[in-house]
């Protein structure tokens, strides 16, 4: 299933999940104007097709304690497949590791989203984990002082022709 083949109350199912994935299917149905029957073989119809992937629980960081985030641009040595491999498959195992993005267009090549407890659990990430990846020639680090906008939600409304 691809954005065309979504209709009006499809986009309106995943608006409704976008804002609360905790949502019974009765609570949805109710939402947008159809039974509960209807709405689950919908959802069910769009997971199948990979445009729900997962309904995760987002949970506070400043509440665990996890009060700093650090947005890291990696610069490899060399761009080769091997080197590229073996640093997502390693990133891909830092648990403080919540994003990791190949990117184009600046003086690196990946962009990390990090988030830690405080300056010295991110010493021990940078220092004893990242920068010993092999391949990895260059860190910039720049530190989150305020978050302004920070959803998982997609912008539905480019999916309706």
Do not use: W
Not at 21 to 49: K, N
Not at 126 to 146: E, K
Request: charged content about 20%; aromatic content about 4%.
């Amino acid at each position: 299933m691809e954005s065309s083949q979504l209709d009006a109350l499809d986009i309106r199912i995943l608006s409704a999940l976008q804002k609360r994935g905790d949502l019974t299917h009765q609570q949805i149905a109710d939402r947008v104007g159809l039974s509960a029957s209807p709405v689950s073989r919908r959802i069910r119809a769009m997971e199948r097709s990979g445009v729900i992937v997962d309904r995760p629980t987002r949970l506070a960081a400043g509440a665990l304690g996890l009060k700093l985030t650090a947005i890291l641009m990696i610069r490899m040595d060399r761009h080769v497949p091997e080197r590229f491999n073996e640093f997502e498959s390693t990133v891909a195992t830092l648990p403080e590791v919540t994003t990791c993005f190949m990117i184009t267009g600046h003086d690196c090549d990946y962009l990390l989203h990090i988030v830690v407890p405080d300056m010295a659990a991110y010493q021990s990430v940078l220092l004893d984990r990242i920068t010993r990846i092999q391949g990895v020639a260059g860190v910039h680090s720049s530190f989150v002082m305020r978050t302004v906008v920070d959803t998982t939600a997609l912008p539905l409304q480019y999916c309706l022709a």
